[in-house]
């Protein structure tokens, strides 16, 4: 299984270059926060799913277990009942669609190891299993026209991709880590998986999908982040 990190080597942006833009950051430069900054969660207190062992390898490759991997939020922790959760496809598309997460989970899935990568200067390699976005926008019908494609979460969260860039690139709508259920901490019921973008692109928790003609600014894009987010630039706007 090809581990997805996102940029080619001689592309990648040093841990040192991150962490001075972080710091930069972080003492106010041009007035933006650090990424998800509020409502960050320790490691170890990171719950695990009861009775279930994650997987610490797959297929030759060391996976970072939930309990290491640092969690952000804009607004804490969202808990969500399975039941009363759904994700909404609409805007320009032909037919509007709404997807249980039984609907979600009972659907053909696909697993690969792929690398988050956080503008702090950390990184996580995690199993990520779940379907391709495309599927989803496919059933919708995209409308000629559709530019962007826009993602809401519970939290008041949002961000945006180009439809071209979601036709070319790894997007996958996650709802198992290493093997195991999604912990609320890590986007239960479902998160965006995004193998070539930087993690503020990786929503949690999403509710919403919707196709525009129009761009769109998120929640972080709007406070100085990229509205691309690639890994092989600057997360600076």
Not at 42 to 49: C, K
Not at 60 to 81: A, C, F, W, Y
Not at 186 to 197: D, F, M, N, Q, S
Request: net charge neutral; with cysteine; hydrophobic share 35%.
């Amino acid at each position: 299984m090809e581990k997805i990190s996102g940029v080619a080597n001689e592309d990648k942006i040093s841990r040192r270059t991150i962490i001075k833009l972080g710091i930069s950051i972080g003492i106010g430069l041009s007035g933006i926060a650090a990424a998800g900054c509020t409502g960050q969660v320790s490691p170890s207190a990171v719950s695990s799913p009861a009775g279930l062992a994650e997987l610490t390898q797959y297929e030759g490759q060391r996976l970072d277990p939930m309990k290491n991997i640092r969690v952000n939020s804009i607004k804490g922790t969202q808990h969500i009942e399975a039941d009363k959760y759904s994700i909404g496809v609409g805007g320009l598309v032909d037919m509007p669609k709404k997807y249980s997460y039984s609907d979600l989970v009972n659907r053909s899935s696909l697993k690969k190891v792929v690398t988050l990568h956080c503008v702090e200067g950390w990184d996580a390699t995690a199993l990520w299993e779940g379907f391709p976005l495309k599927g989803l926008l496919d059933e919708a019908g995209i409308k000629p026209g559709a530019k962007t494609v826009i993602f809401y979460a519970q939290d008041g969260d949002s961000t945006s991709f180009s439809l071209d860039d979601i036709r070319a690139q790894f997007f996958l709508v996650a709802h198992k880590i290493n093997n195991v259920p999604l912990t609320a901490e890590h986007g239960y019921p479902t998160r965006l998986v995004a193998g070539e973008k930087w993690g503020y692109k990786w929503l949690k928790w999403i509710t919403r999908i919707e196709l525009s003609d129009q761009e769109y600014k998120g929640y972080w894009e709007t406070r100085g982040y990229s509205n691309n987010g690639d890994l092989n630039k600057s997360f600076l706007a």
